[in-house]
Every structure is written in C-alpha cells, then in structure tokens.
C-alpha cells in the first residue's frame, strides 16, 4: 500500500533520523504525532494575564493521550527484538495505548490496573483492543512493583516509561513544539505524574538546542558522536520546564514517594515515579520548579478549557494550564512569556469526571415545540 509521497506517516517516519531505529526495525504505528499547537485565546484575555499560551493537544493522538508517541517506538522495538508479549502498569492512558499497539502488531498485552480507579473511557479501549486485564486492589506503584517483578521471569517487554524507548518516541513532541513556534518556548508546563513525559520533554528539547546534546539515556543509537542533526538546530535555546501535580500526589513536592496518592484526576494518581531522577535533573539543569493543586483548582481550571476555548481535556491535563496561569499572576513566569501546556489526554477518556461536575444547564421538557421554545426562551433571559 503506497500513499503520496510526503504524507504524514507518524512520528516514527518523520523522526527516523532522531529515534533508535535501523532500517531492519518493523514499524508498528498509528500515524501518531504531529497534534495542533493552539493558542489559548479567551482566557488570557479574561484572566488578564499578558502571555502567548499554547496548548499541545496530545488528546488528538489515535488513542487520545501522548503516549502513542512512546509506544509507536517501543512496540516496534519489542517486534524487532522477538518479543510477542508487551506488559504495563497504568493509571488508563498507557494501558489503552499499550493495547492498540499490540493489536496493530499482532502480539499479546496484558496490563494491570487499580481496581476501580481507572476511567472507563481508558478500560473500555483496553477491553476493545483485546488486552488481557489484570485488575489489582492496589495502585498504580503497586502495578509498577508487580510488573517489574513478573517481568523478570515471564517473556512479556515492559512498555511503562522505564522502557527507554518509550521516552525516545515521547521526546518527539519537543520537536513539534519547536517547528510550530519556530524557536523553544520560554516555559513549558505540564502534568506530572510517573514523571516519564517531562523528563522526555527535556530529552527532546535538549537534542533540539545546538551545544546541549546531551542526551539522558543511552538508547539512542548515535550516542556514539555520529548524531546527524548536529547540522541540523532547531532551536537556540531550551525552555524552562514546571511540572505540575495534584495536591493528593505529589510527590515531588513532598520530597519522597507518597504512601496512599489521592486525586480525582486518575492518570497521576502516582506517589512512587519510576523516572525521578530525570524529572529532578530537568528541572534543575532548566531552572524549573515543581507546584501543586488541589482537585477543586485542577477540575474549575477542565471547565474553563472546554467553556471559554472549546477544548476539553482531562483533568490531569488541566494541571498543566492551572500552573502557567497562577505562576504568570503570581510574575514567577514573567509577563510576555511564551508559555507551552502539555494537554496530555483528551476529555472524552473521562466522561464521569466531567459530569460528575454537573454544572451544565440541563432541561427535561415535554417534546412539543411551545416546551422546547419556551426552554430556549428562559435560557435567554
Ligand atoms: N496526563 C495523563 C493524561 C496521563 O495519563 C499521565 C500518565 C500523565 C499526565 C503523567 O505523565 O506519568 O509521564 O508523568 N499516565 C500513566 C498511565 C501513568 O498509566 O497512563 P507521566
């Protein structure tokens, strides 16, 4: 099957130069990547805050969260390596990713998740695309434990974000960022969770800086001093990177794992991050900070998004914008900043934590149209 030459074909095709492959590694995508950079337009204005925010809506990827981008890169790794089994711990979005991926490459995943405190959006795909579920009465880190303990004995490739070549594919979005904009932002904000996407941002953001190659794992294949995008800059300079977590889990705030994480927002329900050492570098060598907010702050901040700007993000997600607009008022980032958030998942994965909120008008009427015109009428008054 042949498409027009110049088509986008994921991130895979597009950055093969850039990723730890060879021409011999079966590519196994969905045509991930390349999501929107859009400008936030009503609620600075509204806000009064003086920044260009942008927002990376990686909900747009084929399973609605940015971890397409990892597991395109380590499924095709895990196929060219043998493997016919991929495993994973997750709170939703790495399990419905890691389940898409092994359908597209005929192989088996099995995924372990807390028990009942997934989304259903996030357990329905993994149902669909025929993964084996294993729920757990414990959480995420419990998960995590477990997988890397099974993993030792079984023949199944862990595909969490300790796979290295899960931070190679996800380090991509740095790339994106820098050739919508044209240059690296001053700041960019995201959520933090098991803290692999922030330590892949800065991954990606320093191999797009000329001089500050300095990659952070040792997978990438040209490593060796032969990377061919020395020739190739994209930007001059890195953004500082703020990481955001939910009061109930936040670890990084506390300065150590967290024993019983507690947030609405599922997807970083993490109190032990398997990649804190990189998220801690990043931080550091980019003069960047770590915040936190309480459920209430990140769920009115989801809101927001989908009422003044149409977009509808999960709650984990809506840390990242909670963060840029308080550290914009508060002047920590300073006014006239261009500002990047990370939108990690799309809002639909979590249609009950959206209702849950409950605070569109909904009207029951009789189906006759003096009912319906008269609804319309007392909505407009
Ligand atoms: N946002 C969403 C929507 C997520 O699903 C996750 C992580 C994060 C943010 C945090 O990213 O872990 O790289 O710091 N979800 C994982 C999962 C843990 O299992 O789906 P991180």
Avoid at 233 to 253: C, E, H, I, K, N
Avoid at 301 to 328: H, M, N, W, Y
Wanted: aromatic share 6%.
């Amino acid at each position: 099957m042949s498409a027009a030459s110049g088509a986008y074909r994921g991130l895979l095709d597009k950055y093969r130069h850039r990723l730890p492959i060879s021409e011999s590694t079966p590519i196994v995508n969905l045509y991930e990547g390349n999501t929107p950079l859009l400008p936030l337009e009503n609620i600075p204005r509204e806000s009064r805050v003086d920044a260009d925010i942008w927002v990376k809506l990686e909900g747009l990827n084929p399973t609605g969260s940015f971890k397409d981008r990892g597991m395109t890169m380590a499924v095709s790794r895990a196929l060219e390596e043998g493997s016919r089994a991929i495993i994973c711990a997750s709170t939703g979005n790495t399990s419905a990713s890691a389940a898409a991926y092994a359908a597209r490459a005929g192989m088996r995943a099995f995924v372990l998740i807390p028990d009942g405190k997934i989304s259903l959006g996030k357990l329905a795909q993994a149902m669909m695309h025929g993964a084996t579920i294993i729920k757990i009465d414990g959480n995420f880190d419990d998960g995590m434990r477990l997988v890397r303990e099974v993993a030792e004995e079984a023949p199944v490739t862990i595909v969490n974000s300790i796979n290295p070549y899960r931070l190679q594919g996800q380090k991509t979005v740095a790339f994106e960022v820098v050739e919508s904009l044209g240059r690296a932002p001053d700041f960019h904000c995201l959520p933090v969770g098991n803290a692999g996407n922030i330590s892949a941002h800065w991954i990606g953001y320093s191999e797009a800086c000329p001089g500050e190659r300095n990659c952070v794992t040792a997978s990438c294949n040209f490593c060796d001093g032969s990377c061919p995008y020395a020739s190739e800059p994209l930007a001059d300079s890195r953004p500082v990177m703020v990481g955001y977590q939910a009061t109930g889990a936040a670890p990084f705030l506390r300065g150590h794992p967290v024993e019983n994480p507690e947030t609405v927002a599922t997807a970083i329900r993490i109190g032990n991050p398997q990649s804190w050492d990189l998220a801690l570098a990043a931080s550091a060598e980019s003069g960047g900070w770590f915040d936190e907010f309480d459920d209430a702050e990140i769920l009115a901040t989801q809101k927001l998004l989908a009422e003044k700007e149409g977009i509808f993000c999960e709650p984990a997600s809506a840390v990242a914008v909670s963060g840029a607009l308080r550290d914009l008022k508060s002047g920590k980032i300073p006014a006239g900043s261009t500002v990047v958030c990370t939108l990690t998942g799309h809002g639909l994965k979590d249609s009950d934590a959206a209702i849950a909120q409950d605070s569109a008008p909904m009207l029951t009427v009789k189906a006759n149209r003096d009912a319906v015109r008269n609804a319309i009428a007392g909505a407009l008054e």
